[in-house]
């Protein structure tokens, strides 16, 4: 069996349910590293005896450790022919593992023996994982940027809170709107004090999960980080037009805090003193412990309005690269605890921890249609990761540089771009180096 190809111990597997490709080799062991060392874990581990019981001809043995450990040991474990049989990789690591040649690429023709439908997933999800026309990562585990608004807030503001903001004009109206300042006065009214505010309309912050917002902005209109040669373009006029808009909302409209952080907003959203607060939905169970009367939205489409679009995290199961005569029956296994982690009955299991459902198919089941978060399920074939460029610090880090510079009103937006540009594209002259 050792000598037969992948494809052809898998294409001699059980189908099982007509769902997948069961594995019928030998006895074998196979070890998964994960990320998952939270409140997350005991899910995870309870999923690994779940498989192992029902598949008692693959061992699993689970390794839970922090993500930054992993991304400082992997290159090394490859290099020496001790990777793990299957890794858990994050969206802004993943296209860097791949392009130094640390992950396998998952073929279509392996895929299918081992069952694993692409077409079950979100598009841009499962993309994540994809680089230069292959795939190789099969996405477990997601989240998004969300929009939070204050449903009271709202309705004393005469707003409908069964119907956020869509377009750019509806949340600047409702922004507007919940602004209020200590005299009861809204902008545009006579008399309003913008330095005296006793409600702000939005939450802005200065910190990565506060430049996602401006990169869900540029997507919407159009814009991208990087170009077609990987080298950084979040300056288009795309992006400058998209990024502009949301600094008005602070330097212009006066309708969002300048020089804010994600806590002190966090903190004023919980206390009713912010109407809307875009964010990750990871807060969507403090809101819920804090009894608020709010609700979850998908991003209004604050760009521009080209697409819809919003900022996504996500983890894939991937296969690292594996010495010369590696088992191909361990790699066949490995595939079947992919494809069983993936599926829907499993995907449902793990929203319990947070995750957003990784497909269609789980976002519709009647056990989630009751939670405040199942609002954006409609558009979650809209979240989009920073991926697909290797180079991902240097493009992220000058790009929210270029955003706290911007927001803060250190620079005008189109020279806080231009220079992050600048900066991001040094940075990827001296990447690429250790790509070739």
Same mark, same amino acid.
């Given at each position: 069996m050792r000598k037969q190809s992948i494809t052809m111990v898998l294409s001699t597997a059980l189908m099982v349910s007509g769902a997948f490709a069961a594995y019928q080799g030998p006895k074998v062991s196979i070890t998964y590293l994960h990320g998952f060392t939270g409140p997350d874990r005991p899910v995870m581990e309870e999923l690994i005896k779940n498989f192992s019981a029902s598949h008692p001809n693959i061992e699993v043995k689970g390794q839970a450790q922090p993500w930054g450990t992993t991304w400082q040991q992997l290159p090394s474990q490859v290099a020496s022919g001790r990777a793990p049989d299957v890794v858990v990789i994050n969206e802004d690591q993943i296209t860097g593992f791949i392009a130094r040649g640390a992950v396998s690429p998952l073929s279509p023709a392996e895929l299918k023996a081992a069952g694993i439908d692409q077409a079950r997933f979100y598009g841009p999800l499962?993309?994540?994982?994809?680089?230069?026309?292959?795939?190789?990562?099969?996405?477990?585990?997601?989240?998004?940027?969300?929009?939070?608004?204050? !449903?009271?807030? +709202?309705?004393? %503001? $005469?707003?409908?809170?069964?119907?956020?903001p869509r377009t750019q004009a509806e949340f600047l109206k409702a922004a507007q709107t919940c602004t209020t300042d200590k005299a009861g006065k809204k902008p545009g009214q006579a008399g309003f004090d913008p330095k005296n505010l006793d409600t702000w309309g939005v939450s802005l912050y200065n910190n990565w999960v506060g430049s996602r917002l401006a990169y869900a902005a540029i997507l919407q209109n159009g814009g991208s980080l990087v170009d077609k040669d990987e080298n950084a373009a979040f300056n288009s006029p795309q992006a400058v037009s998209a990024v502009q808009f949301l600094v008005d909302l602070v330097q212009k409209q006066g309708v969002a805090r300048a020089n804010s952080t994600?806590?002190?907003?966090?903190?004023?959203?919980?206390?009713? !003193?912010?109407? +809307?607060?875009? %964010? $990750?939905?990871?807060?969507?169970?403090?809101?819920?412990?804090?009894?608020?009367?709010?609700?979850?939205?998908?991003?209004?489409?604050?760009?521009?309005?080209?697409?819809?679009a919003a900022w996504g995290g996500s983890s894939h199961l991937t296969l690292p690269k594996q010495r010369a005569g590696y088992d191909a029956n361990?790699?066949?296994?490995?595939?079947?605890?992919?494809?069983?982690?993936?599926?829907?009955?499993?995907?449902?299991?793990?929203?319990?921890?947070?995750?957003?459902?990784?497909?269609?198919?789980?976002?519709?089941?009647?056990?989630?249609?009751?939670?405040?978060?199942?609002?954006?399920?409609?558009?979650?074939?809209?979240?989009?990761?920073?991926s697909g460029f290797p180079w991902g610090g240097q493009v992220l880090g000058p790009f929210d540089n270029a955003w706290e510079n911007a927001y803060l009103g250190k620079k005008p937006v189109q020279q806080a771009l231009n220079d992050g540009v600048t900066e991001s594209n040094k940075q990827i002259i001296q990447a690429r180096k250790s790509f070739q």
């Open positions: 499962f993309k994540t994982a994809d680089y230069k026309g292959q795939s190789y990562g099969v996405p477990i585990s997601s989240v998004a940027y969300v929009l939070f608004y204050n !449903k009271d807030l +709202m309705k004393k %503001s $005469g707003l409908d809170p069964a119907n956020p994600e806590e002190a907003e966090l903190a004023a959203f919980s206390q009713g !003193k912010v109407c +809307m607060f875009p %964010s $990750g939905q990871w807060y969507t169970d403090r809101f819920e412990q804090q009894k608020m009367n709010f609700g979850v939205a998908f991003l209004p489409r604050l760009g521009g309005n080209k697409q819809d361990k790699r066949a296994a490995a595939l079947e605890f992919i494809n069983w982690m993936s599926q829907p009955a499993q995907s449902l299991t793990w929203t319990a921890t947070g995750s957003l459902p990784t497909q269609a198919s789980v976002a519709a089941d009647p056990k989630l249609r009751a939670q405040p978060i199942s609002g954006i399920f409609p558009k979650l074939g809209n979240i989009y990761a920073t």
